[in-house]
């Protein structure tokens, strides 16, 4: 130890005797920090920046007219472009951009050709041709620039997608609302339909008695239509009645000469047929309106019946009418409402991860619940259900482990120890620890059903469970990037080199009520018709039977009393001459004054049978006929109709019809156009580009450092004439080493600190990672020096030159080539890179610790290089250094 010390004393007095030396050092000191500051500094927030990036942009679009709107999309997304600096957005012809696309003015254009407004609005008219945007860009410009222009292009096509979208949405349900307020307004309507509809169905059994009754009248239609013509030939009597009448007019005029000429009465018996044969016609018809009554009555009595079971149809029926069209329509529209595998390869490895973090969060619903039951004031049945529910997830990571197993064992089978038995083994036991978490959860759920609160013991057993589970989850998860994906991917490469009767019956309602209509009405109006003219021709009746009667009465009286008289009873003529006379004045009285009534009494009833008894017969036959054909279909309809609506009512909520169709129009198109809302959740944060890659070159830097010192400085030591030990001079001189990789660890970490102001979490840590980083690098330079001479500083440079593809520090390992993902795990930069990331990014306790460990072993594995190798090797270095000198260019 004392001659280590010596040698690493008189290092530093002889160089602090040569001041130039002491220039050299500092300068080597500061050398690779400055490579580190311009570095960070000319890549600080390069993506603030990217509107110095110009993109020509043309719209060659003209626009089209659909619905009597004009559209034109490419002015639209010309005046977004406008004030959206992301990017250098240049507006200019087609042709400047194409020309300066290709001289290198502009990264990349954009062209919207002539027809685009008009293809895009295609789909509106059933034109669905997809319209497309021209874009060119010039990737000899820049390697960077092209990935940007593309995620320019990609945002327009967005754009344009997402408000096309949201426009046709906000149409289409404006359309629904202007239906919604339709609905709104004939929903009212559609409800009174409903009701008659059932008030409908509920009057059949009254609409078939009317129809019995109709049938009935049918029956009976020929004795009423007899006893109506009978009525009818009373007409034809009464020239006769006329006769008589104007007889008795003569009689009761000349009565005066009769009764002073009785001396002449003898001469009448040429007459005395005549004056009997009129006597005979007034007996006639007196002894015929008896008949005549009876007829009338029972006419009337039947137009009576016709009227009520006629009337009863003819009430029911406008609301049948109504009901049935309506329901028709209803119906109709209702029915509208009611009408209206190498890629599977390459996705194992995220599939893997996918799992892992499945598991993870699985685990974490664990803990989080665990210390949820810590607490108090748990709802009995909320916990329940959460343990439930926790229950299912532990159950589905259980399957998830399963079938993650498979896969690995698959791949092993393929390529064995491509996922380690250690891998394989810790899985199984997080798929053991699931399975007596899952137990334990299941067993409180079934306790907390008799129970108010779980069991204490049982809640910390589960609490304990859930932290052997996540710490075991996230061990997992820690190698899988760097050790896990590597082996997957190589395996998989191996793999794949080598292998309506409602609506029907509504529909016939309408076709069969008008007949019926026209028919009642007809046979009502006549009925109706018949029963005034009876009903005041019965009024009269009896004071024309009464004279009639009257008249009868007198003239056989007297007709046989002048017979008498004239054929023998002459002497009694004399004393009965008063009382003839008088009867002889009332019969002519009645012909003049009530004879002209009552004849157009029988002119109008006559009139009536003729004119309206074949339009009843007709009437009563067709609704005989309707009511045997057409009312059972009718009926059956009805109750068909009700059926259906009660069907429909049971199933289908006209308010919630009306509640879907309405709404926000706005909000519904908007949900249209981005119907998922990405929410970003960033895990250490880092608010620059330049802070992101100080990790990479800080180690960069400190690499280039140690290349610098083993450049510049010796690497043997002048003994002076003292004899030392081969690993007294290795280590002596490499402490000489060490001091200065240390203040070039110490300058560059506190420069990004302070002078840059680079964002660090954990400065502390910051710093004395970047000392330990220089010392692992320092040492591994040094004993290349060391054990190989000039041809170390060779392996030094080439070293770095691997490391520096293969370390992950600036694009991701997983999209380099197969060889740098190879030397991943190799590689010092990789360890030295991630452990700065965790003093910037904030510090993974189990990363941080594993980074270091393998720095370390870096470092041990360069010192036993140094004492094992530079004895061995020294004669044959030593040899080749003298050939290289030989050379007059190589020291």
């Not at 760097?482 to 793999?495: C, G």
């Not at 290289?884 to 190589?890: G, P, Q």
Request: hydrophobic share 45%; with cysteine.
């Amino acid at each position: 130890m004392g001659g280590i010390l010596r040698i690493y004393r008189s290092d530093w007095r002889n160089l602090f005797r040569v001041p130039v030396a002491v220039l050299l050092v500092a300068a080597l000191v500061v050398l690779p920090s400055v490579y580190d500051w311009v570095n960070v500094a000319s890549v600080w927030d390069p993506y603030s920046n990217t509107s110095g990036i110009k993109i020509a942009v043309t719209s060659l679009d003209e626009g089209t007219k659909v619905q009597e709107k004009d559209f034109n999309i490419g002015n639209e997304v010309m005046e977004s472009l406008r004030s959206n600096k992301n990017l250098g957005w240049t507006f200019v012809d087609a042709e400047t951009a194409h020309n300066g696309v290709k001289r290198g003015d502009y990264y990349a254009s954009i062209v919207i050709p002539a027809n685009f407004s008009k293809r895009m609005t295609g789909i509106l008219e059933g034109t669905i041709v997809k319209p497309e945007i021209e874009y060119t860009v010039n990737e000899k410009i820049n390697a960077i620039a092209p990935k940007i222009t593309d995620k320019g292009a990609t945002s327009i096509t967005t754009q344009i997608s997402e408000n096309f979208t949201e426009t046709i949405s906000e149409t289409v349900f404006t359309v629904l609302s202007q239906i919604d307020k339709e609905f709104q307004s004939e929903l009212p309507i559609i409800r009174k339909v409903e009701k008659g509809l059932f008030k409908l169905e509920a009057s059949l059994p009254e609409i078939e008695t009317a129809g019995k009754r109709v049938l009935k009248i049918q029956e009976n239609w020929p004795q009423i239509h007899a006893s109506a013509e009978r009525i009818s030939t009373l007409e034809n009597k009464l020239p006769e009645v006329e006769k008589a009448g104007e007889a008795l007019e003569k009689i009761a005029e000349h009565w005066p000469q009769i009764a002073s000429t009785l001396d002449h009465l003898g001469g009448l018996q040429d007459k005395l047929p005549k004056i009997e044969e009129a006597a005979q016609l007034i007996v006639q018809l007196d002894n015929h309106y008896g008949e005549v009554e009876q007829i009338m009555a029972q006419a009337s009595q039947g137009l009576t019946e016709a009227h009520k079971i006629v009337n009863a149809a003819l009430t029911a029926l406008p609301e049948a009418e109504k009901i049935a069209t309506a329901g028709n329509d209803f119906v109709l529209e209702l029915q509208q409402f009611l009408e209206k595998s190498s890629a599977a390869f390459e996705a194992v490895p995220a599939a893997v991860k996918q799992n892992l973090n499945l598991l993870q969060q699985t685990e974490s619903s664990v803990v989080k619940l665990a210390e949820q039951l810590k607490g108090e004031d748990n709802e009995p049945q909320a916990v329940r259900e959460q343990l439930e529910v926790l229950s299912a997830q532990l159950a589905a990571g259980s399957s998830v482990i399963e079938h993650t197993l498979s896969m690995l064992n698959a791949l092993n089978t393929f390529s064995p120890e491509t996922v380690s038995i250690a891998d394989l083994a810790a899985l199984k036991g997080v798929d053991s620890v699931l399975n007596s978490q899952k137990s334990l959860v299941n067993a409180m759920a079934a306790d907390l059903q008799n129970k108010d609160n779980a069991d204490s013991s049982a809640i910390n057993q589960l609490f304990l469970k859930s932290g052997l589970g996540k710490l075991a989850i996230a061990k997992l998860i820690s190698g899988y990037d760097s050790l896990t994906i590597p082996a997957i991917k190589n395996t998989l490469e191996q793999i794949t080199s080598a292998a309506d009767v409602t609506a029907t019956a509504l529909q016939q309602v309408p076709d069969r009520i008008p007949a019926l209509g026209t028919l009642l009405e007809e046979t009502m109006s006549a009925i109706e018709f018949g029963q005034t003219s009876l009903a005041s021709l019965q009024q009269d009746l009896p004071a024309i039977r009464e004279a009639v009667h009257t008249a009868a009465s007198g003239v056989a009286d007297q007709t046989q009393g002048f017979g008498a008289f004239i054929r023998g009873t002459l002497p009694l003529l004399e004393s009965s001459l008063p009382t003839a006379g008088e009867k002889i004045q009332q019969a002519a009285n009645f012909v003049r004054q009530d004879l002209p009534t009552v004849e157009e009494r029988v002119h109008q009833v006559s009139e009536l049978i003729r004119t309206g008894l074949p339009r009843a017969d007709k009437g009563v036959a067709l609704a005989a006929d309707l009511v045997r054909n057409d009312l059972p279909v009718l009926e059956d309809s009805i109750r068909k109709a009700a059926s259906t609506i009660r069907q429909i009512k049971e199933e289908i909520d006209l308010g919630e019809i009306a509640q879907l169709l309405g709404g926000d129009i706005k909000s519904k198109s908007d949900f249209l156009a981005n119907p998922v809302v990405l929410k970003e959740n960033k895990l250490y944060p880092i608010p620059n580009y330049g802070s992101a890659m100080t990790p990479f070159y800080v180690v960069l830097s400190l690499w280039v450092g140690g290349t610098l010192l083993v450049s510049l400085l010796r690497t043997g030591v002048d003994t002076g004439g003292l004899t030392y030990k081969r690993y007294q001079l290795y280590f002596g001189r490499l402490l000489t080493f060490l001091t200065v990789g240390i203040l070039q660890g110490l300058v560059a970490v506190l420069g990004n600190i302070f002078i840059l102001h680079c964002y660090v979490v954990n400065k502390v840590w910051f710093v004395l990672f970047g000392v330990l980083i220089s010392i692992v690098f320092v040492t591994i330079v040094f004993t290349l020096v060391a054990v190989f001479g000039n041809l170390g500083k060779g392996i030094a440079i080439v070293f770095m030159v691997l490391q520096f593809s293969s370390s992950g520090g600036t694009f991701p390992i997983s999209t380099t080539g197969r060889f740098f993902q190879i030397l991943n795990p190799y590689m010092p930069f990789t360890y030295a890179i991630s452990l700065m990331r965790e003093a910037v990014g904030g510090i993974l306790p189990e990363v941080a610790i594993r980074d270091v460990i393998y720095l370390i072993i870096f470092g041990v594995l360069a010192l036993l290089l140094a004492l094992l190798l530079k004895k061995p090797l020294e004669p044959f270095i030593h040899k080749a250094s003298e050939q290289a000198e030989e050379s007059k260019l190589i020291s």
